[in-house]
């Protein structure tokens, strides 16, 4: 069983920054992503990454969003810039078991979540 812990997050205004952690235990799975949501929405894949560093970004965020891990702090992190208001939600960093493949931008992907973060990009 592996428990995420998340931290960051905030109230930002539009093209400002924000960075968001998830701390896992006991250890680091290789495949993690960032997911969204909003108040009656399907929440969405933002960012994934697996061990050797491969990234997939939901076209929405990207060239604004960088996602990255570290393997010594057991360590997932969602560096977020140029933030624009349509970025407001509840942020959850995801990440699949040992017996699966690399994990993509689904929800159905995932096994373990973290507790959520709200970011809230605002003027």
């Known amino acids: 069983q592996v428990q995420l812990v998340q931290s960051g997050g905030g109230s930002v205004q539009p093209g400002g920054s924000l960075r968001l952690s998830c701390e896992a235990s006991?250890?680091?799975?290789?495949?993690m992503a960032w997911f969204r949501q909003t108040p009656g929405t399907q929440r969405e894949g933002v960012a994934s990454?697996?061990?050797?560093?491969?990234?997939t970004y939901a076209d929405s965020v990207k060239g604004r969003f960088t996602i990255s891990r570290d393997s010594g702090k057991f360590a997932l992190y969602l560096q977020m810039d140029n933030l624009e208001p349509d970025d407001s939600a509840w942020y959850y960093c995801?990440?699949?078991?040992?017996?699966?493949?690399?994990?993509?931008?689904?929800?159905?992907?995932?096994?373990?979540w973290g507790q959520g973060t709200q970011v809230t990009v605002s003027s």
């Open positions: 990454i697996a061990s050797d560093r491969s990234k």
């Open positions: 006991p250890y680091l799975p290789r495949n």
């Open positions: 995801a990440a699949t078991r040992p017996s699966r493949g690399r994990g993509g931008l689904l929800v159905s992907e995932y096994d373990y």
